[in-house]
């Protein structure tokens, strides 16, 4: 046993070691030209030492972007990365808040002004702001980050920019590591052992309240499907953009499982009121218990930011509590924030525990 206490020591102290070594080493040669998630082929003639993080959706590109620990120093203004919930980014950069905040609606003019030699947008996002700033030299790179296979790709795309592709591809590595442990676990389920899901997304606009299920090609739907679930809405969605659903669709499908996130409020609140609708009694997911809250920390755990990889063990545990009964999400959270974000454990268990909910609901 004290030998095998020796060996493991050391094993964690060489990666320790290698951990280290990927953080801080830069590989990329400029000028380089780089294709991003929407087919634009760009230059980056130099190492990007201005960086603008902007438009809507900023949370999603800025959380990819923060698991880049060497180009944090490099960001001067950033949009809005509080969804309502709290804001994380400044436990990884103590300068965050010092950083040009810009508008939700930003427009040319105010990223021209900052001077930048290379801007971040979410794909959308690109049209309305692209042109222009490559009018005057300005590298605009899209990303998309919406689906587990973009996301992979959109991480190796954010790494060549800022010069760091071996970190990127231990990103990606470490994301493959995880979803693969699920994978081999649920591979030899049959189609009638998955359960029937449906994973709803709870909004309120204009004082209305709604439920809206994402798009099949999207990365809600993957979840549900890599964690050995059968997403009900999925044939019934090939758009693109949330889709409103009402109770009765909700009845019709009646699901063995119901999950309920929310992006601008705390799930918790959403799951209170639909335990007091009599209405939500009548679902078999209900009867069974099993109308459950999906996890959140500072933002969803249902959503295309890094935090989907969490989300999708989660959900395997649920829905499959048997093949992984031997898993510890608070000790597989630990060490997600850890690996990703180089975050501090002391930090991660008074600043990040405290804040997660869902995951023992």
Known sequence: MYKKNIRAAGLILIFSCLSVQSWAAPSAV????????????????????????????????????YLFREARKNVIAVGHTDQGLGNFLPYLDKNFNNLIQLPHE??????????????????????????????LGIPVVALSLESAEAFQTDIGILGRALGYPGRAEEIQSLLRQRIE???????????????????????VKGGASSYNIAPKSWI????????????????????????TVNFEQIAAWDPDYIFITSYRMPVLDVFEKIR????????????SGRVLPFPADFYSWAQPDVRWILGTQWLAGVLHP??????????????????????DPSVFRSVVAPRITGIND
Do not use: C
């Not at 048997?322 to 975050?343: G, I, N, P, V």
């Open 106 to 135: 930003v427009g040319p003019e105010q990223i021209i002004s900052q001077h930048p030699d290379l801007v971040i947008v979410k794909d959308f996002i690109y049209k309305r702001l692209g042109p222009p700033l490559k009018k």
């Open 30 to 65: 400029f000028p380089l030209e780089i294709t991003d998630s929407i087919g634009n082929k760009i230059t980056i003639e130099k190492k990007p030492e201005r960086i603008v993080l902007a438009g809507r959706a900023t949370l999603i590109t800025a959380n990819a972007f």
């Open 220 to 243: 809600q739907t993957h979840q549900v499907e890599a964690a050995g679930g059968r997403a009900v809405w999925a044939d019934s969605h090939m758009g693109n953009g949330w889709k």
């Open 322 to 343: 048997d093949l992984f009964a031997e898993t510890d999400m608070m000790k597989e959270t630990e060490s997600f924030y850890l690996e990703m974000y180089d975050l």
């Open 181 to 203: 442990t699920v994978e081999s676990r649920i591979s030899t389920l049959r189609e009638d052992e998955k359960p029937r899901v449906l994973l709803l997304y709870y909004s």
């Open 276 to 287: 007091g609708n009599n209405q939500w009694e009548l679902l078999r997911a209900m009867k």
